[in-house]
Structure formats: structure tokens, C-alpha cells
């Protein structure tokens, strides 16, 4: 599995660009899932998918979120109607 996680950081993709960590996570996450039902359907003992080191998520995958005191900063002023 560490191989499987290092070949996906190091090695380009079809498109020639290394993939983003926030694709590594949802790949491993889906593999990890197929994993844990391939153990309760019994067609596997154990889960090669635990305790792995995942690469952190890039900062422009990270939601951000507005606060009330920002949102006149960032949204457009509603115009009054009166």
C-alpha cells in the first residue's frame, strides 16, 4: 500500500501533471472502501487500507467560508428597496 500511495505522489498522470493530493485522499478512500467490504463479504481476512500516511490536502482544495462580518466584503450590496 505505501508503494501504491508513493507511485500516485510521484508519478505523472495521462495528462503529464502529478495528481493533487485531494484526488490521492478521494483514491485511497475509495480504495479503502471497496477494501472494507471485500472483508465483510468475506472474501478477504484484513484490510490492507489502515494506518497510512496520506499526503495533506492542498490549500486550494479547502473550502473557505464567510462570517457575517466578511460578507460585506465579498457579496454585493443588496439595493433598498424603499
Keep these: 500500500m505505501?508503494?501504491?500511495l508513493t507511485?500516485?505522489?510521484t508519478k505523472p498522470?495521462?495528462?503529464?501533471?502529478?495528481l493533487g493530493s485531494a484526488r490521492i485522499i478521494k483514491a485511497y478512500r475509495v480504495l479503502s472502501m471497496v477494501m472494507k467490504h471485500a472483508?465483510?463479504?468475506?472474501?478477504?481476512?484484513?484490510?490492507?487500507?489502515?494506518?497510512?500516511?496520506?499526503?495533506r490536502s492542498?490549500?486550494?482544495?479547502?473550502h473557505v467560508y464567510l462570517t457575517t462580518a466578511s460578507r460585506s466584503t465579498w457579496l454585493?450590496?443588496?439595493a433598498s428597496t424603499s
Design 76 to 78: 454585493p450590496q443588496r
Design 58 to 62: 492542498d490549500d486550494e482544495d479547502q
Design 13 to 18: 498522470g495521462k495528462s503529464g501533471k502529478l
Design 7 to 9: 507511485k500516485l505522489e
Design 39 to 55: 472483508v465483510f463479504s468475506k472474501r478477504i481476512s484484513t484490510s490492507p487500507c489502515h494506518d497510512h500516511e496520506l499526503p
Design 2 to 4: 505505501p508503494a501504491w
